[in-house]
């Protein structure tokens, strides 16, 4: 198989989508998120207004009334609200990822402002998201419709963008890691030891520990806490769940240790992240 074969057959094998939050919502003057770190990609339809969003190093890009942002996980960046009246956001916060926890936006040049028609689509997925999303998921057409929109908009935010060759530089050294990015993605509800993911590669411990920090740029016991907080924001969206059921389902049996871990890595307790997520207004 060539190189663009195999990487076909990684998305084809290992692409995930995770919708975090989202709405429909009104956005009131003065408004603005502050500055801000997500671990999600978020993405925005405005309409009724004009937004700035501003990144470190002095960049500053200016979304007109109709158009619309996505902003990959892990950028910081800040929204504020120039002008407007009756100003609607239609936005989703989510998560598309491959081998388990690479992002996949990574790979593309996304920029991000996005045209008029591309966020006019963005907005339309955005809404459906959201619909379904206030609904219990009750069947599997329900996961498969939630699936679908997902790759949707990845579709929308991707289409005609070209690889960014860092992106794919990471990839390559992440699929060294592949199987264990895995294992570690099914099993983060119990404890993982180091030992345990040396035998996943067939390594000692000291020899793993420098081909996983290597490849991943993190040593494995950082990547496994930072895993676990991750999919703990992911969990705590569910109202129906407690805080102890969310930390007992990341591999803490002890609430105030998980809420002390999260703190750490988040820089907000458990609930106040939950609360935050939903009054999120873009």
């Known amino acids: ?46 309409t009724g207004g004009r937004f700035l969003i501003e990144v470190p190093g002095g960049e500053r890009f200016e979304i007109d009334d109709g158009g ?60 459906d998201l959201w619909n379904l ?22 579709d929308e935010l991707t289409r005609g963008r070209v690889f960014r060759p860092e992106g794919l530089d990471r990839l390559r050294a992440a699929e060294r890691v592949g199987e264990v990015l895995t294992h570690i993605g099914e099993n983060l509800h119990r404890p993982l030891p180091v030992s345990e993911l040396a035998r996943t590669m067939a390594l000692s411990p000291a020899r793993f520990h420098s081909v996983f920090k290597d490849a991943i740029g993190s040593a494995p016991r950082d990547y496994v806490r930072v895993a676990r907080m991750q999919r703990a924001r992911q969990l705590l969206l569910h109202a129906e769940l407690s805080v102890a059921e969310v930390a007992e389902r990341v591999g803490f049996q002890d609430q105030f240790q998980f809420s002390r871990a999260f703190k750490q890595v988040v820089g907000i307790s458990p609930l106040g992240y939950r609360q935050r997520a939903w009054a999120t207004a873009i």
């Open 1 to 46: 198989m060539s190189e663009r074969d195999d990487f076909l057959a990684l998305v084809d094998a290992s692409l995930r989508f995770d919708y975090q939050a989202g709405s429909v919502n009104p956005v009131d003057d003065p408004f603005t998120t502050g500055w801000r770190v997500m671990d999600e990609a978020t993405c925005a339809h405005i």
């Open 68 to 127: 619309g942002n996505c902003l990959r996980a892990g950028v910081k960046h800040r929204i504020t609200l120039l002008e407007g009246r009756d100003v609607v956001s239609r936005w989703s916060h989510a998560r598309f990822t491959l081998l388990g926890n690479f992002d996949a936006l990574s790979l593309f040049d996304v920029p991000v402002a996005l045209s008029r028609p591309t966020a006019e689509a963005v907005g339309s997925i955005n809404t």
């Open 133 to 154: 999303h206030k609904q219990p998921i009750a069947t599997i057409a329900d996961v498969l419709r939630r699936k679908a929109l997902g790759m949707r908009l990845l």
